[in-house]
């Protein structure tokens, strides 16, 4: 193509940019407009509720049959938990698990945040020593879950970036608000 051809087909491509841009400007009064709903007041009826029902803890249960969640996944003896598998921008990973087993589990691990400064990819972590434990047995099919992680600061001082001293996240609450979760049992 030609150095004259490209000139004028530039030429014609903006132009009809242009044009659609101020025929669109020019309709946009006349178009619905959409506006985010107010989430605390629509109705949600079609979730289902969750099932909280808890089991008590058993020597009949043998830690091959205990298992968790990590990040919506069916796990036993994770290293790492969180509750923003997203990013993983607060996360307790080096677990080490000291019991496993009649419905519990405790062990130490590392707490750590990230504090997004200047953004979440450049962020600084900023770490400090925790107890762990998973709790709050459920069973499902011939498998045992601890659905509730715990956490809580060795030093018994806050945790880094003004948390509390210690934490609790639902591991659980996707896998059971989602049926399509439980369908492979």
């Known amino acids: 193509m030609s ?10 491509l903006f132009l009809t940019f242009w044009a659609v841009t101020f025929a669109f400007s020019a309709l946009q009064e006349y178009l619905p407009i959409s506006s985010s709903p107010d989430y605390e007041s629509v109705e949600t009826d079609y979730l ?4 909280r ?4 803890a058993s020597d009949s249960i043998s830690s ?27 996360v307790v990973h080096s677990i080490k698990w000291s019991t496993w087993a009649k419905g519990s589990a405790t062990g130490t691990g590392i707490y750590s945040i990230n504090d997004c400064d200047p953004d979440c ?7 400090a020593p925790v107890n762990v434990e998973l709790n709050d ?20 001082e806050g945790l880094p970036e003004g948390r ?16 399509g979760m439980r369908e492979s049992k």
């Open 164 to 179: 509390a001293s210690n934490g609790s996240w639902d591991i659980s609450e996707f896998y059971r608000m989602v049926p």
């Open 53 to 56: 029902t808890f089991l008590p």
């Open 64 to 90: 091959a049959e205990l298992w968790t969640y990590v990040c919506e996944l069916e796990e036993q003896r994770p290293g790492t938990m969180t509750n923003t598998c997203a990013d993983f921008g607060e």
């Open 137 to 156: 047995l459920t069973r499902d099919g011939n498998k045992y879950f601890l659905n509730t992680f715990s956490f809580e600061s060795i030093s018994g």
């Open 3 to 12: 150095l004259s051809r490209r000139i004028l087909l530039s030429i014609v």
């Open 121 to 127: 990819a450049d962020g600084t972590r900023h770490e």
């Open 48 to 51: 289902p509720e969750p099932e």
